[in-house]
């Protein structure tokens, strides 16, 4: 006997053929993950059978394949007209009257579950091959909200049986080579959580962008979710990382504000089941949800993601709706699908995208990421489908998509687009899942880019520096490599990296790497923080309202000023520790020179004229002075959160610029005082050795140190006397000078004698293969490099090190 009905929990990944990949889903998970505390919403399923059934009864299938073998899938007005007649044919059909009553009867039922006569209800399309692992078709149907009723329930499932024949889902089984007809469709009618009142979103259980496995990305907005997918909003974004969280952490390593302007709720009248409203100013300078529930919702992200890669016996990443019930204030999952983008990737092979001397060119606007590629071509704006057709201007292939957001509708273009470019949307938007599906670079959320982009302008769109995308004037030269780390030796001397933004962090974690050697808080401070530190704790007593005005933009989100600068740069340095858990992650203290401390915004009010900033008040120098010492707690303060709170207990912390023992007592003072002591929590600081001093006073530091980090570029300038500013003497610089290489050398014997570890940070190793080597003839115990130069490095420590062998 056919099944036509079932009720959700009844359902599960064995029933794919009969239920969809959406609805399989959401059963397994009622039958198996409720008992760890995660919540779905109840409900029924209307079966692919009945889907059938449906369509035998209207005698479709002959029409429906007449209208597709007649489009012409290279001419998009073509795949337009051939849609909708299929869907219009649809739409006019009846359902047989015994099918049309048990699925009203099923309502009803489930609407008494919830002591209710007519319930809300999600309606919600399934494919049977939607969802997987070699072709995802996840938003290739509809979903209907707050459907309540009989007549509104049936007329969205009729729907739902028309989406299966959109645009974009005709012309994504053409690419695939699927037939129309053996896909079915199955439809979900699901209890509503009430996010209209509350929040929704979308959650990760691997970065999206990297493919790096141990975080939960979290985008989250106020109201019903359909805003997120569709990219009106730019949603707050959470990252959570999963080791420290298992071991009881408040592990949330990155937090971003949206635009959350606007947000769906239910509609005022029958005809209305949803409408877009304004959200409230002081609600969009506030995160959508609180720290707790960040957590909650990564946890059950991680214990889905576990249940099934037990269940397929591989790792399966999985891509999560969820739901914040604003009456009841309950969690829910709404759907969950296997993530079908990086799980695919092969990680031993890793292709490069390059913009060499990308500082020198005009930059027209930036947004966020997508991916790690670069597109260039020229811009074809377009606001709408219907108006580019009835202009007849005609999008051409390799053309640049520059819109404010997409649908499901434009994926013929985007497949046809060398780079996409969107005014809003967030990572989890439409035109960010596509843009990734199809491997095309797009960069989404930037604003303004219809205004700013001129038609036909010939542009370049990278999405190869970060997070952050940036498009530029003119199609630019740039590099392809591809490397296969498979393939690179193995080398004794552990090769660290130096890693100075945070947004490559995960990117670059799947180089082959023994930790980081050197993270920079400079360069977190410059880009994510970019004020003094002492003008956002002293800025409302300078009577500058300007600054102040500047101030008050920048921390809005968060608590006070001083929570602004720890929290962003504790999010920082997480996101370089997390990347490279558990290996060590070396951060070495704020050494910004006068004279760049007063290019931060208010630094002109706290910083001194030197005649030679390069040896002037840097470094040691500044943490235990009266002037500095209370921006340095801040620094402390940071340290403290990132390994305590956050549980990344693999940060060391080096001191830069350290001239003498007693200075190294006095930061020790400052330290302590701001809750970070050595050997407490296992913490260990390492000291810069740049200074000359350094190494003929090695033995004495040793005894209070934990490790030495040679910083080679101003140990060069130091031990040559010479200013590597100035150009009038660059000839002269050089890290393999003799000079330089003997204090190295008399460095790595004292610290192999007191039994205290020595490395090499400084950019000497990553320029030169043969100072490398040099290096590993007098045992250093580890080398960090540009990620940049890791390749050619590994390469010449390992021709040395088998030289040494021989021998």
Known sequence: MRKYLLDLQNAGIRDIELVGGKNASLGEMLQNLTQLGIKIPGGFIITVEAYREFINYNKLEKEIKKIINSIDFDDIESLRRGGLGTRQLIKNSKFPKSLSQDIINKYYELSKNYNQD??????????????????????????????????????????????????????????????????????????????????SGVAFSIDTESGFKDAVIINGSYGLGEMIVQGSVSPDEFIVFKPTLKKGFNSIIEKKLGVKDIMMVYGDDPDERVKTIPVEKNLQNRYCIKDERILQLADWVIKIEKYYSDLKGCWCPMDVEWAEDGISKELFIVQARPETIHS????????????????????????????????????????????????????????????????PDWEPIMKMASAIITNKGGRTCHAAIVARELGVPAIVGCGNATELIENEQEITV?????????????????????????????????????????????????????????????????????????????????????????????????????????????????????AFYPNKVIVRFSDFKSNEYYNLLGGKYFEPEEENPMIGWRGASRYYSAQYREAFGLECKAIKKVREEIGLSNVVVMIPFCRTVEELHKVYEVMNEFGLKRGENSLEVFLMAEIPSNIILAEEFAKYIDGFSIGSNDLTQLTLGLDRDSSLVAHIYNERNDAVKQMIKMLINTAKKQGVKVGICGQGPSDFPDFAQFLVENDIDSISVTPDSLMKTLKAISEIENKINKN
């Not at 007329?155 to 896909?183: K, L, Q």
């Not at 800025?539 to 962003?568: C, P, R, Y």
């Open 118 to 199: 007519m319930t809300d209800v999600a309606v919600r399309s399934s494919a049977t091959a939607e969802d997987l692992p070699n072709a995802s078709f996840a938003g290739q149907q509809e979903t209907y909200l707050n459907v309540r009723g009989p007549a509104q329930l049936m007329n969205a499932v009729r729907n739902c049986f028309a989406s299966i024949f959109t645009d974009r889902a005709i012309s994504y089984r053409h690419s695939f080579g699927y037939d129309h007809f053996s896909i079915g469709l199955s439809v979900c009618v699901q209890k509503m959580v009430r996010s209209d009142l509350g929040t």
């Open 344 to 407: 695919q990737k092969n990680v031993s092979e890793i292709t490069e995208f390059s913009i060499e001397n990308s500082e020198n060119y005009e930059q027209i606007i930036r947004g966020i990421a997508v991916g790690d590629k670069i597109g260039a071509g020229k811009a074809s704006i377009m606001f709408s489908l219907d108006k580019r057709v009835s202009d007849g201007h005609e999008f051409k292939a390799g053309d640049v998509l520059v819109t404010d957001m997409t649908d």
């Open 462 to 578: 990278s999405c190869c520096q970060g997070d952050e995308g940036i498009v530029y004037k003119g199609i630019l030269k740039f590099d392809k490599a591809i490397n296969d780390i498979s393939k690179l030796p193995k080398t004794k001397t552990p090769v660290m990296l130096n890693v100075a933004s945070p947004n490559l962090a995960f990117r670059f974690s799947h180089l082959p790497n023994s930790g980081v050697g050197l993270a920079r808080e400079e360069f977190i401070i410059n880009n994510y923080i970019q004020a003094h530190p002492l003008a956002l704790l002293k800025h409302k007593h300078l009577g500058d309202n300007e600054l102040s005005d500047a101030i008050n933009k920048m921390i809005v989100g968060f608590e006070n000023e001083e929570e602004f600068f720890i929290q962003k740069l504790s999010y920082g340095i997480s996101k370089i520790a997390s």
